[in-house]
């Protein structure tokens, strides 16, 4: 396990010279974890990229670094108390200075000279993948291919020089410091693997889950989605529109739902604010929605590019009425996937809003995942209850009830275009023929019909996974990013400590949890926002008691495994340590 | 052939007695016939105020949302099954209020569908409240000495904006309003037609007579050329809006034909799975 990081401002690059390792890496049959650090502006400011390369699954990121590469002075202030006796790559350009103190090897090369002198400064990041590439001690020929693949469109001159920068890069690291590189990797396993973000498997997963129309309005971090779909969705006929606002972008989903067609909106807090009246009129209408909020820093503006969990009360309760919304959250990469084919079917089947929660952590920092994990043509697709032309035709004239009640609350449907079926979609309460009403009676049969429906979510999804021993002292619950990071807390300590997450926090899996923490000596909820809303609606099912303790953050940094190892440790050293 | 009688339905009406919105209600019917229309294949959307009720009143698949919200929910009906006849219904709050957003943006952006703005210059349904297109100085309960805004000039804003498809109607007028219906359905694009629609409980001012009197009738304008953007913003303009019949078109290509890849065959007519070979296709890019 080796940490790897670059840092420089905004606009320079960073990103690509990351992805440049990461991808390589990968390919070798390393698993890759890459951090990003960034601001809400295009040019300039400090952003750095921290990729983790291991030879087992990783989903977090570390405290450690142990190769730094500085393109200027503001990296090594910022990031060198990271390295504790690592290397430390700065370009001679700015002249480098290491601090009073800090523990760290300084190493220069001439990285925008030798770019210069190749043809132009815009290759230094290459000379820095090539220089990083002998810092870890990978083979140069796997960056070579890469790099030649990567540039073969623009010509065998740029091809060479790219390779050229590599190869400077590379030799003379070899050369000057070859005493110094005593990094070992650790043998590969070799697999076939993607590196993909939590936003690369949701787009995935709505392709798979047959959705053909994404209308969505941009904002960080969940604009990707977009952009990924508008990449795919030609070849599978389906359309992206970007709107004119978040309104429109619900609506516009809502209007396609009662169609018939598999439609969705991804969105983070400020959007999905807008969207909470349009959430409730697909709610009472029974009109199936996919709405995907990639949390971010709140309330308002808030951070826009920092991590945080602090949705997830408006997801259950942001509008108004009495209504219940399928909110699910998916706790890895593969996990967004999975969520986002289960989205459509679940909107579907039950004729509601269903949102996936995820956040920027999950949404953005893209990491190894097994191409078996995404078997997009092998999903199981599930309409729900739907008329057909036939049903419709032997129904007669004027005699389908779109709302008529039934045991599970579940109505079949009629789809535009079917002779027979026509009714009324509204927000305003109706009787089963779908015809406005006011009757008392109605009312209050109309509203348990709807909410009652979200039982039948709980009796086919599992909505609270666990992972640890069958008497565990100590048991971590997480949700979204924070899982991995908690997975990977659970290593570092060992012992009897399990690790538990929702999967689904509407309808709340209150049995599940129940049951899963009932053996627990201590639970330690772990959650991005200062409110403890996950505690909270644990609290409210009944499910909190004295044996519980909460672990939140809020300063828009994701948590370090070693901070909950840290505060685990502190929660148990009264019962165990000796 | 669908007739008159297949489209309406069994609920009785909420308007007040009198109201313009009868008219536009009867225009549509008759337009919907007129086109060869079927209540299967009939998809209506509207808003939140007196005109948000006319979907309930037409036999076909209605769809009634949030308020100003009707038009994107139209997009979305349309591009996931284009093979149906959309028609979007809103009123003055509904449309240029609340809506004004989705308004413009829907005329940029030019999909086939029809939309039929009942106009009364009034809130009705919150029971008498200045509006968008309400005239300086009209007195309501929210503006007791007179609005003191300017009225918003709608069919100067579609022209401007880039609409394929422009007119005006009078709920009184039903042969020139139903025609001008009619030929909105039939505009491949994105067609606009304001309907003046009296409200007799709320405006005094601007009634079925005054319009009467006040209305010019472009049908009975041998001269006027409804296919130049200028000359009709030209003749806004002079008659202040007062005036009906088609204004402005021009040949158009709508939205859902111009996005990439986009199928003839509608979306729910699709297998939604995807095929082996283009997902190996799609996981390709992310090598």
Same mark, same amino acid.
């Given at each position: 396990m080796l940490a790897w990081k670059i840092g420089g401002d905004q606009g320079e690059g960073i990103d690509s010279t990351g992805d440049v390792l990461a991808t390589v890496a990968n390919r070798m049959g390393y698993y890759v974890y890459g951090y990003k650090h960034f601001s809400s502006r295009i040019k300039g400011g400090h952003t750095n990229y921290k990729v983790r390369i291991a030879t087992t699954h990783v989903e977090a990121t570390t405290r450690r670094t142990d190769i730094l590469v500085a393109l200027n002075q503001e990296t090594i202030d910022r990031n060198v108390h990271e390295l504790e006796g690592g290397l430390l790559l700065a370009d001679q350009s700015f002249?480098?200075?290491?601090?009073?103190?800090?523990?760290?090897?300084?190493?220069?090369?001439?990285l925008t000279e030798i770019a210069r002198n190749l043809g132009s400064v815009m290759m230094r990041n290459m000379v820095a993948v090539g220089a990083s590439a002998a810092l870890i001690q990978l083979p140069l020929d796997v960056f070579l291919d890469y790099v030649t693949k990567k540039f073969e469109k623009k010509g065998a001159d740029v091809v060479?020089?790219?390779?050229?920068?590599?190869t400077t890069g590379y030799q003379r690291i070899i050369d000057e410091y070859g005493a110094l590189l005593t990094f070992k990797l650790g043998t590969p396993t070799p697999g076939d693997r993607l590196v993909i973000s939590g936003n690369d498997a949701i787009a995935l997963g709505a392709i798979a889950g047959g959705c053909r129309l994404m209308c969505g309005y941009p904002i960080t971090p969940a604009t990707d989605i977009m952009e990924a779909l508008v990449r795919w969705f030609p070849a599978v006929g389906g359309a992206v529109v970007q709107m004119e606002d978040e309104l429109g972008s619900i609506t516009a989903v809502i209007g396609a739902g009662f169609a018939g067609a598999r439609a969705m909106t991804s969105s983070s807090g400020p959007g999905i604010s807008l969207m909470q009246e349009a959430i409730g009129l697909a709610s009472v209408a029974e009109i199936p929605a996919v709405i995907v909020d990639t949390q971010r820093g709140g309330p308002s503006t808030g951070m826009p590019t920092k991590q945080e969990q602090s949705d997830l009360l408006a997801l259950l309760h942001g509008g108004h009425g009495d209504t219940l919304r399928v909110v699910l959250t998916p706790g890895s990469v593969e996990e967004c996937f999975e969520d986002a084919v289960e989205a459509f079917n679940l909107a579907e089947q039950f004729q509601t809003p269903v949102i996936?929660?995820?956040? *920027? &952590?999950?949404?953005?920092?893209?990491?190894?995942? @097994?191409?078996?994990?995404?078997?997009?043509?092998?999903?199981?697709?599930?309409?729900?209850?739907? *008329? &057909?032309?036939?049903?419709?035709?032997?129904?007669? @004239?004027?005699?389908?009830?779109r709302y008529q009640f039934s045991p599970d609350g579940i109505s079949p449907r009629s789809l535009p275009g079917e002779k027979n079926g026509q009714y009324l979609a509204t927000g305003v309460e109706h009787g089963p023929s779908g015809k406005v009403s006011e009757d008392p009676t109605n009312r209050e049969r109309m509203m348990n019909k709807r909410l009652s429906k979200l039982d039948g979510v709980t009796a086919i999804r599992d909505g609270f996974r666990y992972e640890g021993p069958e008497r565990p002292t100590l048991i971590l619950v997480g949700i979204g990013s924070t899982v991995g990071i908690l997975r990977e807390a659970v290593k570092q300590m060992g012992g009897q400590v399990g690790l538990a997450w929702f999967r689904t926090l509407s309808p709340f899996p209150v049995e599940r949890v129940r049951n899963v923490l009932a053996t627990a000596q201590h639970v330690m909820v772990v959650e991005q926002n200062a409110l403890g809303q996950i505690r909270q609606m644990m609290a409210a099912h009944g499910v909190s008691d004295e044996r519980f303790t909460s672990f939140l953050k809020y300063d828009g940094v994701p948590f370090l495994p070693e901070e909950v190892v840290t505060r685990a440790l502190a929660l148990l050293s009264p019962v165990e340590v000796q | 052939m669908a007739t008159l009688q297949e489209f309406r339905t069994s609920e009785k009406s909420w308007w007040c007695p009198g109201c313009g919105d009868f008219g536009v209600l009867a225009a549509m019917q008759k337009a919907l016939v007129a086109v060869g229309a079927s209540p299967d294949t009939t998809a209506i959307v509207a808003g939140i105020g007196c005109s948000g009720k006319i979907g309930n009143y037409i036999n076909s698949y209605n769809i009634h949302v949030t308020h100003g919200r009707a038009l994107p929910a139209a997009l979305g009906l349309k591009l996931a099954n284009r093979d149906l006849m959309v028609l979007v219904a809103g009123g003055d709050g509904d449309a240029y209020a609340i809506g004004m957003g989705h308004f413009m943006h829907a005329l940029r952006r030019n999909y086939n569908v029809t939309y039929i703005v009942m106009d009364n210059h009034v809130y009705g349904l919150t029971k008498g409240q200045t509006s968008p297109?309400?005239?300086?100085?009209?007195k309501t309960k929210t503006t007791p000495h007179g609005s003191i805004e300017r009225p918003i000039h709608p069919l100067m804003l579609a022209v401007s904006a880039g609409a394929t498809f422009v007119a005006q109607g009078f709920s009184s007028w039903q042969p020139q309003l139903a025609a001008l219906i009619q030929k909105g359905i039939e505009h491949p694009g994105f067609s606009l037609i304001n309907v003046i629609s009296p409200c007799v409980t709320y405006n005094k001012v601007n009634t079925y007579d005054w319009y009467k009197k006040t209305l010019q009738n472009l049908d009975e304008d041998s001269a006027?050329?409804?296919?130049?953007?200028?000359?009709?913003?030209?003749?806004?303009?002079?008659?202040?809006e007062l005036v009906t019949g088609l204004i402005y078109q021009e040949p158009s290509t709508p939205y859902e034909d111009l996005i990439p890849g986009f199928r003839q065959t509608p979306l729910v007519k699709q297998d939604p799975h995807v095929d082996p070979d283009t997902w190996d296709k799609i996981l390709q890019t992310l090598e």
């Open positions: 002249s480098p200075v290491l601090p009073e103190g800090a523990q760290a090897h300084l190493l220069t090369l001439p060479n020089a790219n390779r050229e920068a590599v996936i929660a995820t956040d *920027l &952590s999950l949404a953005l920092w893209q990491q190894s995942v @097994e191409r078996s994990s995404l078997n997009g043509p092998n999903v199981s697709i599930r309409r729900g209850s739907t *008329l &057909s032309q036939e049903d419709l035709l032997a129904l007669g @004239e004027n005699v389908f009830q | 297109t309400s005239e300086e100085g009209f006027y050329q409804a296919n130049d953007r200028s000359a009709a913003l030209a003749k806004l303009h002079q008659t202040e």
